[in-house]
């Protein structure tokens, strides 16, 4: 089956302890990307990633970090969270970017307290 | 610049009633997509559909029906005779030929569909 596949889905952590997000796609997809969902902001894309090697900030890469070593896996990393960081994570990719639309994970639900 | 408005944060209606998301959005770009997402309770974003820019027909899909009207910039959403199930968060989302991997999304629309 087709999918993107993001653990954990659920992370309860503590301020500063640094975190990491898997996600794998087995769709052989060139685009990754990782969003972040916040009430009444919709999805925020942090960073990108057109390629093994290739990636790029999005909209609200401040406090993030990503690697794509491989072209199935896009892990995202937080190195020092912070509360503001709190939110419903997705990782999503896709065939080629424009026009083609993304497959989103199910989605990891972060607090940091 | 891209931007995607949802204005109906919360929509609650009685099973069996009509509904309409609303969806408007801004680009430069005479090339683009749009997409509806559901997101039920569970979390997890559902694909519901993609329309490009050049395209205008209405599409219809079962009791789910959009109409997308380049005029007004709009891609509105409309569920007939909506059902508990239905009960969701919506999002329009915009992707434009020179935004290349980025989607862009509205606030999202809460619908709540009472038996």
């Known amino acids: 089956e087709a999918q993107v596949t993001q653990n954990p889905r659920y992370l309860i952590t503590v301020t500063g302890k640094k975190l990491t997000v898997t996600c794998s796609q087995n769709?052989?997809?060139?685009?990754m990307s990782w969003y972040r969902q916040d009430p009444g902001l919709g999805l925020r894309q942090i960073y990108y990633?057109?390629?093994?090697?290739?990636?790029d900030k999005g909209d609200v890469p401040e406090g993030y970090k990503v690697s794509r070593k491989e072209k199935r896996n896009f892990p995202l990393i937080l190195e020092s969270p912070s509360p503001n960081q709190t939110s419903l994570y997705f990782c999503?990719?896709?065939?080629?970017?424009?026009?083609?639309?993304?497959?989103f994970g199910s989605g990891t639900r972060l607090t940091v307290v | 610049a891209q931007k995607v408005t949802q204005a109906q944060t919360e929509i609650s209606v009685v099973e069996k009633e009509d509904v309409t998301l609303d969806c408007v959005y801004e680009?430069?770009?005479?090339?683009?997509?749009l997409f509806w997402y559901k997101q039920p309770p569970s979390g997890e974003l559902v694909f519901l559909i993609r329309?490009?820019?050049?395209?205008?027909q209405n599409e219809i899909s079962g009791r789910y029906s959009w109409n997308f009207q380049k005029s007004t910039s709009s891609f509105n959403f409309t569920i007939t005779a909506s059902q508990v199930v239905d009960s969701a968060v919506y999002f329009c989302?915009?992707?434009?030929?020179?935004?290349?991997?980025?989607?862009?999304f509205g606030e999202g629309t809460q619908l709540t569909v009472n038996p």
């Open positions: 680009t430069r770009d005479t090339t683009y997509y």
């Open positions: 999503a990719s896709s065939l080629g970017g424009f026009p083609y639309g993304y497959t």
């Open positions: 990633s057109m390629n093994v090697e290739v990636t």
């Open positions: 329309r490009n820019s050049f395209d205008e």
């Open positions: 989302a915009l992707s434009e030929e020179t935004s290349g991997s980025r989607l862009t």
């Open positions: 769709m052989n997809h060139e685009y």
